[in-house]
């Protein structure tokens, strides 16, 4: 277990235990997926276009941050100006300009520019894929460009986060001294208290320009603890004051015990992402079907307490996108079985294949479980799975590598949880034809006309309704053709003692900790 220090520390320190386990990467473009971006990501930092965390009872859309309003030429629906926010400074003192976002661009996507960061890029690079070009108008105005109309550039930029050029320059031009003394412009600091693996501590930003979103706290504590039950053992003996994702048999006594739990829906879903390489098992349509048949998904429900949506589709049920799609994810065997049967396997002819796994990890839940309930069900009708597992930020790696690479150990699926909250991150980037890596994240190299022009047909499609009606063809064919293993959506369950006050759980995977004070 990791030591945990700071018991004595002031009544206003939250000491939060995340799923990771490293503290996610200080740069700007963070590592550990969306729980990096989330503790290490909008705390420091901050994007163009950011997320509205203020409301539970509602999803989040996009909201003005350090640009303050964007839009798309009407003659020319390739070329975007952002209009940014004027007086806005880094933490060093710096000046916040349209030369830094210039700046931070060439960071992720310039190889040859001084600046350039291979770290940060793998993180963000695959993120803006429509971003062909951009400009400085004037210092308060950028020009974007993308390879062809793309209505989705708001929501890719929102992944991009500002970073301090003057900073950079102070650190010796060196990414690894930035690390240890990172400057944005978010509402808080990292001055101190960084030690890799075991903590990070952060402090207001009492200049931040949003005054309504200075924090409230003297200081925020994150702390690695991936493995859960470690987590809920930090809770209750006072090393940490909230944890992310507790364990599920623990919910109720941690109640009893007088912990609050919090929970709330959000687009984030759990999946195998099934690679469609030469040789793939799940290649054929029948297999592909035949395992969603075979989960049984509300077995994995009562495995996790409740704190889950079993899936009905890639998107959760009652989602704008979802649609009507006709093949159902029910438990089925016998089902499973006959569909098996048809593609000339069985129990006594199984397939035998290899997924990679990770130990914990943002939105993973409880993956070693929940990945051993389903290799059992797995096994009745015929395929039989070896797992290769790693830690979550080696399967984020994989991921981006894709099927083919070598690091995938020739897996023919990873278990992955998507954040799913835009056109984009949702779908397009797991299935567009032209982003199988490197120019993206289509891991499994799936490849199809059909769903390429709808989402031609999305980028293209600059109204919201419309663009809902497409995103549910979308959506629809996501699931008859069972793209994924299907399996479940997360409801976020956070537990943390009754001195924390103020938290509006986001429907988002990402959350604001301005609000929050400890008594």
Partial sequence: MIAITGQADAAGTLRIGMTASDIPLTTGQTDQGGEGQRFMGYTVYNALVEWDLTKADKPSGLVPSLSTSWQVDANDKTKWIFKLRDGVKFHDGSAFTAEAVVWNLDKLLKQDAPQFDKRQSAQGKSRIPAVASYKVIDPLTVEITTKSPDATLPYQLSWILISSPANWEAQGKNWDNVAQKPSGTGPWKMES????????????????????????????????????????????????????????????????????????????????????????????????????????????????????????????????????????????????????????????????????????????????????????????????????????????????????????????????????????????????????????TNWGYYCDKDMDALFDKVRNTFDAAEQDKVMQQIHEKYVNDALFLMVTHDVAPRAMTGKVKGFVQAQNWFQDFSTISMD
Avoid at 223 to 229: A, D, F, V
Avoid at 295 to 305: A, H, I, K, P, S
Avoid at 381 to 401: F, H, K, L, S
Avoid at 412 to 425: E, L, R
């Fill in 193 to 440: 208290g960084f030690v890799p693996r075991e903590r990070a501590e952060l402090t207001p930003n009492k200049d931040y320009w949003d005054k309504a979103r200075v924090p409230k706290l003297d200081k925020l504590v994150l702390i690695p603890l991936p493995e859960p039950n470690t987590r809920v053992a930090a809770l209750r003996s006072g090393q940490v004051d909230w944890v992310e994702a507790p364990a599920p048999d623990s919910v109720k006594s941690l109640k009893d015990a007088g912990f609050k739990i919090v929970t709330n829906s959000y687009p984030h879903n759990w999946t195998w992402h099934l690679s469609r390489i030469e040789g793939s098992p799940w290649n054929d349509i029948r297999v592909r079907k035949a395992a969603n048949l075979a989960v049984d998904r509300q077995g994995l429900n009562e495995l996790l307490g409740g704190l889950s949506v079993p899936a009905q589709g890639y998107m959760p049920p009652g989602h704008q996108w979802f649609g009507k799609p006709s093949f159902k994810l029910d438990y089925n065997i016998e089902e499973a079985k006959k569909l098996m049967k048809e593609a000339g396997f069985g129990p006594d002819n199984p397939i035998k294949t290899k997924v990679v796994i990770s130990s914990s990890g943002s939105g993973q839940m409880l993956p070693l479980q929940m990945n051993e309930y389903i290799q059992q069900t797995l096994g009745e009708i015929g395929i039989n799975v070896e797992y290769e597992v790693m830690d979550w930020n080696t399967v984020i790696n994989v991921w981006r590598a894709g099927a083919k690479d070598a690091s995938a150990k020739g897996a023919t699926a990873v278990n992955y949880s998507y954040f799913i909250q835009d056109p984009f991150t949702a779908m397009i980037r797991q299935s567009q034809c032209n982003l199988a890596p490197p120019a993206g």
